[in-house]
């Protein structure tokens, strides 16, 4: 299984970002697909999942700002970030797993991560 995610970068308060993680098709559409992070001396945290009906979930810190989304033509995730703020600052993760769960320890496929730097 290879996830492998881009986008990452830095970025100002209240700017924007789309991260991209590209999955093999069995992955895509089977399989709950989510974003993680991960902050310097903070343990890895959930950002939002997307399940394989579409069925979306987001952590409380980024719901109204980030959106998980699925392009079915290239079998993509993304997660597009606004209004980002400084703690929005980690390595991100795309992660994925049989069904959708709120701890990354029960997720057995990862990314290699990308960073995400939100500073003015």
């Known amino acids: 299984v290879h996830l492998v995610e881009s986008g990452g970068g830095s ?5 924007s970002l789309r991260l991209s ?8 559409t089977a399989y709950c697909m989510g974003w993680f992070r991960q902050a ?13 009906d579409g069925v979306t979930s987001y ?7 980030f959106t998980i989304f699925k392009d079915n033509a290239n079998d993509t995730l993304y997660l597009q970030m606004n209004r980002m703020k400084p703690e929005d600052t ?12 709120d701890r990354a320890t029960d997720y057995p496929y990862w990314g290699q991560g990308t960073q995400v730097t939100v500073s003015s």
Do not use: L
């Open 59 to 65: 952590a409380d810190t980024v719901k109204g700002r």
């Open 21 to 28: 993680c590209a999955a093999s098709e069995f992955i895509y």
């Open 90 to 101: 980690a390595m991100y993760f795309c992660a994925a797993s049989r069904y959708c769960y």
């Open 11 to 15: 970025v100002q308060p209240g700017g």
């Open 40 to 52: 310097p001396g903070k343990e890895r945290e959930g950002v939002a999942t997307i399940d394989s």
